[in-house]
């Protein structure tokens, strides 16, 4: 059904610019002049178009029937991108981005990242805001997603951003107080935070230390039960 409903689209888009053309006075395929000044070899543009157009159409409905492979998106996975970060500072950078993507669509928008600038005590000007995204913005997409948004803390910990720079601001101010530490301590933070890591023997003992922690908390849960089944037995 959908197949049919795509043919359809197809043949009415096909039609609708046949009309369009004949209407602004097109020459007919069937008709021998030729436009003077225009080369009969650089005609076909909208030809070009129906057919990368129909080329898509031809591919989803081979994805639908089963007859096409879909093409397979990248799996992103932050700890094994950026392993100059331990597993919960990226939760916490994660729960962040969660707290400010108001929208829950996985973006933060310019006004997002404005609201959240002004809640860190560093508000931006919209210039300053289309900067701070422009500058991470890998898909050129004007907002941020997680991923970018993890390049922010990762260039801060690189020492790749101005220290007056919002994205800096943003970074600094999300980690550790600047009333107290300053900005210099900021720049020292992330420095000793890339210098201190050990990367493989830290993520398998944080993973290690969730499962320990799991493990003891099925534990309370089940004493839990148990010494309720036993009061429960005792007023019976």
């Avoid at 919960?88 to 981005?97: L, P």
């Amino acid at each position: 059904m959908a197949s049919e409903e795509l043919a359809k689209k197809l043949q009415r888009r096909l039609m609708l610019e046949v009309s369009t053309e004949n209407a602004n006075g097109a020459i007919p395929e069937n008709n021998n002049h030729i436009e003077v000044g225009v080369d009969p070899e650089e005609k076909p543009v909208t030809s070009n178009a129906d057919t990368e157009l129909s080329a898509k159409l031809t591919r989803r409905l081979g994805i639908n029937e089963g007859t096409t492979e879909p093409k397979q998106a990248k799996v992103f996975n932050p700890y094994t991108e950026f392993k100059e970060f331990t597993r919960k500072q990226i939760k916490d950078m994660e729960k962040m981005f969660k707290h400010y993507d108001s929208g829950k669509d996985g973006f933060i928008d310019l006004m997002e990242l404005k609201l959240m600038m002004e809640k860190l005590g560093a508000p931006q000007t919209h210039l300053g805001l289309k900067n701070m995204i422009k500058e991470v913005d890998e898909d050129f997409d004007g907002k941020l997603n997680f991923r970018e948004f993890l390049l922010i803390f990762h260039k801060a910990a690189a020492g790749e951003l101005e220290e007056d720079s919002g994205l800096m601001a943003l970074a600094r101010l999300s980690e550790i107080d600047v009333s107290t530490e300053g900005v210099q301590g900021a720049k020292n933070f992330f420095e000793a935070k890339v210098q201190a890591l050990t990367t493989g023997s830290k993520f398998e003992a944080e993973i290690k230390a969730e499962q320990e922690q799991r493990k003891r908390m099925e534990e309370d849960k089940k004493q839990r039960r148990a010494a309720f089944k036993e009061l429960k037995a005792a007023f019976q």
